[in-house]
């Protein structure tokens, strides 16, 4: 390996001094290598372009193209997400719509249940007074009656006893009873 490496520094030398030694000037503008610069040119960049068109320019295409389909589906996708969004928007809000009309509705039923649970109560509460009204002036017109009687007794066995104290003497009982009882028939519209 060190005599290719020897070989390859002694052959460089010996051409940079021939370039250096050329006494014509510029090698690239004497007539008698442009054949020979041609052809290089020729081969160089005619390898150049098949390299670039038939290895780089198909992978820089199908990068391209994979990446356009790339872009495409991902538009496409976007845009399905997008309608499916909407969608679920719009479903959304038609059920926030139908829950407020239910709503609406379920409180309206509950307000006339109530306004009517309320009517049959205070109906229901109104016969219950009126009953116990009635009850309490029957109860008040037989206490009227039996007071009437308890006081009537009480005025007759007065009435003999301040009599008989007055008098002196023993008085008839159905005589006062009678006229206790005719003065209470009189009496009896005031006392009502």
């Given at each position: 390996?060190?005599?290719?490496?020897?070989?390859?520094?002694?052959?460089?030398?010996?051409?940079?001094?021939?370039?250096?030694?050329?006494?014509?000037?510029?090698?690239?503008?004497?007539?008698?290598?442009?054949?020979?610069?041609?052809?290089?040119?020729?081969?160089?960049?005619?390898?150049?372009?098949?390299?670039?068109?038939k290895?780089?320019?198909?992978?820089?295409?199908?990068?391209?193209?994979?990446?356009?389909?790339?872009?495409?589906?991902?538009?496409?996708?976007?845009?399905?997400?997008?309608?499916?969004?909407?969608?679920?928007?719009?479903?959304?809000?038609?059920?926030?719509?139908?829950?407020?009309?239910?709503?609406?509705?379920?409180?309206?039923?509950?307000?006339?249940?109530?306004?009517?649970?309320?009517?049959?109560?205070?109906?229901?509460?109104?016969?219950?007074?009126?009953?116990?009204?009635?009850?309490t002036?029957?109860?008040?017109?037989?206490?009227?009656?039996?007071?009437?009687?308890?006081?009537?007794?009480?005025?007759?066995?007065?009435?003999?006893?301040?009599?008989?104290?007055?008098a002196?003497?023993?008085?008839?009982?159905?005589?006062?009873?009678?006229?206790?009882?005719?003065i209470?028939k009189?009496?009896?519209?005031?006392?009502?």
């Amino acid at each position: 390996m060190k005599n290719l490496c020897f070989a390859f520094c002694i052959a460089l030398i010996i051409n940079i001094n021939q370039a250096f030694a050329s006494e014509a000037g510029m090698p690239q503008l004497d007539p008698e290598f442009w054949a020979a610069q041609v052809f290089w040119l020729l081969l160089i960049f005619s390898s150049l372009y098949l390299i670039l068109w038939k290895i780089f320019l198909p992978k820089i295409t199908d990068s391209i193209e994979n990446r356009k389909l790339k872009v495409i589906n991902d538009l496409s996708e976007t845009q399905k997400l997008k309608d499916a969004a909407e969608k679920k928007l719009k479903q959304y809000n038609e059920i926030i719509e139908d829950s407020k009309i239910k709503a609406k509705k379920i409180l309206e039923d509950s307000k006339k249940k109530i306004e009517e649970d309320i009517k049959n109560k205070s109906i229901n509460f109104n016969k219950e007074i009126e009953k116990e009204i009635l009850s309490t002036e029957k109860e008040i017109n037989i206490l009227k009656e039996t007071s009437i009687k308890s006081i009537n007794k009480i005025a007759i066995e007065v009435s003999s006893e301040i009599i008989k104290n007055i008098a002196g003497t023993e008085v008839n009982g159905s005589n006062v009873a009678a006229i206790v009882e005719d003065i209470s028939k009189k009496n009896a519209g005031t006392y009502k």
